[in-house]
Nanobody, 127 residues
Framework: QVQLVESGGGLVQPGGSLILSCAAS????????IGWFRQAPGKEREGVSC????????AYADSTKGRFTISRDRAKKMVYLQMNSLEREDTAGYFC????????????????????WGQGTQVTVSS
């Protein structure tokens, strides 16, 4: 069984940057795609970015494309989300999750395809 723990959230001014970390323990996540999702109060959980199990494919929501970068360090069992040029609209709880795809070169941002979830880390963008 996989356990995921997110960290790195906090309060940042508009235009600032944060790096979120997702630490995996338990079962290996080498064969899983990892997705980052976020949920703001009163809104549905939405996909932010994902990385395929092969690390060869990444995907981003239109709202984060060009500003966020996902990466994985297999040796450390970590997945990172570098967030630049943060906007107030990025304020939300951020979650990482594992998703299994038979194709190692595939991932997407469909919430229901992801199984193990972390507890989340809060990102607040405000001046």
């Amino acid at each position: 069984q996989v356990q995921l723990v997110e960290s790195g959230g906090g309060l940042v001014q508009p235009g600032g940057s944060l790096i979120l970390s997702c630490a995996a323990s338990g079962e290996s996540v080498d064969f899983y795609a990892i997705g980052w999702f976020r949920q703001a109060p009163g809104k549905e959980r939405e996909g932010v970015s994902c990385i395929s199990s092969s690390d060869g494919i990444t995907a981003y929501a239109d709202s984060t494309k060009g500003r966020f970068t996902i990466s994985r360090d297999r040796a450390k069992k970590m997945v990172y989300l570098q967030m630049n040029s943060l906007e107030r609209e990025d304020t939300a709880g951020y979650f990482c999750a594992t998703g299994y795809y038979a194709d190692s070169q595939r991932c997407d941002l469909v919430v229901r395809k992801y199984e193990a979830w972390g507890q989340g880390t809060q990102v607040t963008v405000s001046s």
